[in-house]
Every structure is written in C-alpha cells, then in structure tokens.
C-alpha cells in the first residue's frame, strides 16, 4: 500500500484550508481549543498541572483541552472550524502546508528519536525488515510514525510497500488488535508502543530511520491569522511552555512513576506510570533556547524544522499524495514566539 492510499482519509485541499481559515468571529470568542494527542512530555505536564490554564486566565482567555487519537483526527477537528492550535507530527505539517493551509508551526513538542518504533510480536516469524513482506502491521495513518514506515520500506530496506499488509489503525486499536493476534507488527509511539513491547521486540525505529533520510518530530501548529490576532494568549502559552521545558531539563531526571508529573500525564493521556517514564527517556525535548536557534524554528530555510518539512513534502510527492512540493517552507515555521519567550 502507497501513500497515496494511505492517506486517502486526509482531508482535502480545499475543504482543509477553509477549516484553518475559519471567520473572525471565532477568534474573538474567550475560549479556545486546543487539540493534543497521546504523547508525553512537558506540554502534557503543564496541562495536567493547571500551568496553562492560570497563565492564560489572567491573559483573558479559557481553554478547551481535546484530545485525540491521531493526526487525521486532529485534521478532521481543524476542518470543522473549532480548533485554531493542534499538536501534529511533522509529516501532517508537510502535507498541509503543500496543500495551502495557512498555518504556522512555532514549538517543537520533542524530536521523536527512539520513541516511535517498529516493534514484531512474539510468533509472528519477524525477525529482520525483510520479514514484514505478506505480515499485517499496524499504524495510524498521516503520522509520522506511517512516514517512517514508508521511508523504512522503500528507501533503506527497498522493500515495495505493496508486498506489506499495512493496516490504518490508532495507538489504541493497535494495542486491542495486538492482544488478539490480529496484527504481526505496529509502527507506534508511547503508551501503546510500552504496552506492545511487552510481547515484542523492536525491529527498527525512527532515529535510525531518520539519519537514513530526515528526522521526524511532533509540534504545535496554529493558524496564521489566530497567531496575528491573539498575542497576549500566544505570549502566555508560549511562556508556559518555556517555562515547562525549563523545569524538564532541571529535573526531569527526578520524574519517577510516582511523581505528580508522570501522574499528570497518566491522567491526560492514559497508560500506566513507569511506561511513561520509559518513553519520557526515548525522546528529547528542545529547550527554548533550542526552539528559537536554527537548530529547530530558526535559521529560516537552513533551520531544522524547515529542512524537515521540506524533505517530507518531497516524499509525499514521490508517493504521488501532492503533485509538487512547495519551493519554500520558511513561511509556515514561526520562531517568533519561542524567541520572545527565551528572552
């Protein structure tokens, strides 16, 4: 199965764009939803302790913490026209921008690394990549978990993604079809990539993968116009972000399974504590001083989020999912917000 199939769920062009540019009158509502998905981290953290809504309640603002199961869920939220700011991995940011969605990426949530991975059950006879040829493996669809699955299979194991049963299933659906035997491999991040490593072993995984092609991270995105318009809420959100990431990289070391940290995220988002733990060590997460350098939002077209956008967009047009891939992805990176924050 290509990408093209795979992402056949992803919303189009047209209708997407005209989601993300939703009227005026909704940026001047109080309330504001914020869209996150199953993944850990200080962002989590912050939500789960109360930071950001004490933050952006003194700036006027409330908001409406939604979470849900995948990237094509956060799209599909988008394009209803209620949700201005969203955590999505890199290759849905790709794959919109391309598409003329006016959004702009200005956190780096974690460069994914070690955290998502390919992982073969017990039984199932994977023992190599090349062993994944007539298995069923199960990802969710427009992640950059289903990126680098694709990267994996046709550019460093040349493999034709045809020969593999690759299943559209989310973090949840995978752990249920993995308890049931239904599937012989998932490409996954935490919780469900802890809960299925119980009963398997990793065959490959995205810090592997992405110095064989690009390295894959997850962010925050918000529509242009919203961003203009609401300073005083990006300049609270971004504060506290600031400040989360901080805090991590002082004492994230200390986070145990017991402390209110890792229980806030177990609340947010589920699983259980030492598997949060667990995968709170795969991954790494920028500092602010780290957002705003060139090594992630800075740098402009040399800036390493733009240098990622720009390699996953010329991926997705090798797989035919857009027709061509834009000439500069400079504009849909903001560093501004981390650069006022880090001051």
Do not use: C
């Amino acid at each position: 199965m290509n990408l093209v199939k795979a992402l056949k769920g992803f919303t189009s062009a047209a209708t997407f764009a005209a989601s993300v540019l939703y009227a005026g009158a909704a940026f001047a509502q109080t309330t504001v939803v914020v869209g996150y998905q199953q993944i850990v981290g200080p962002f989590v953290s912050a939500i789960a302790d109360g930071r950001f809504d004490a933050a952006l309640k003194e700036a006027g603002y409330a908001v409406d913490w939604r979470q849900f199961s995948s990237a094509g869920d956060i799209s599909s939220a988008l394009a209803s026209g209620n949700v201005p700011i969203g955590v999505i991995g890199s290759t849905g940011t790709a794959a919109a921008a391309t598409r003329g969605v006016d959004l702009q990426l200005f956190w780096i949530l974690d460069n994914i690394g070690k955290s998502e991975a390919l992982v073969a059950r017990e039984g199932s006879g994977i023992e190599k990549p090349e062993d994944l040829v007539g298995k069923k493996v199960g990802v969710p669809f427009v992640s950059t978990s289903h990126f680098h699955l694709l990267v994996g299979l046709e550019k460093v194991w040349k493999i034709d993604p045809r020969k593999v049963d690759i299943l559209n299933m989310k973090p949840p659906q995978i752990v249920a079809a993995w308890q049931r035997g239904d599937i012989d491999a998932a490409y996954v991040w935490p919780p469900a990539l802890s809960e299925i490593l119980k009963n398997g072993k990793v065959i490959a995984d995205s810090e592997v993968i992405g110095k064989e092609s690009v390295p894959t991270f997850d962010g925050i995105v918000g529509d242009r116009k919203f961003l203009a318009d609401n300073p005083k809420f990006m300049e609270a959100f971004t504060k506290v972000l600031a400040d989360a990431y901080a805090d991590y990289k002082e004492k994230g070391a200390s986070w145990t399974a017991d402390s209110p940290e890792v229980q806030g995220i177990v609340k947010m988002i589920g699983g259980n504590p030492a598997d949060v733990v667990e995968a709170l060590g795969l991954l790494a997460f920028p500092t602010v001083e780290e957002q705003a350098s060139a090594q992630w939002l800075g740098g402009g077209a040399d800036g390493g989020a733009v240098r990622a956008l720009t390699e996953s967009a010329k991926f997705l047009v090798e797989q035919k999912q857009i027709d061509k891939a834009l000439p500069d992805y400079t504009g849909f990176v903001n560093a501004d917000f981390a650069t006022a924050a880090a001051k």
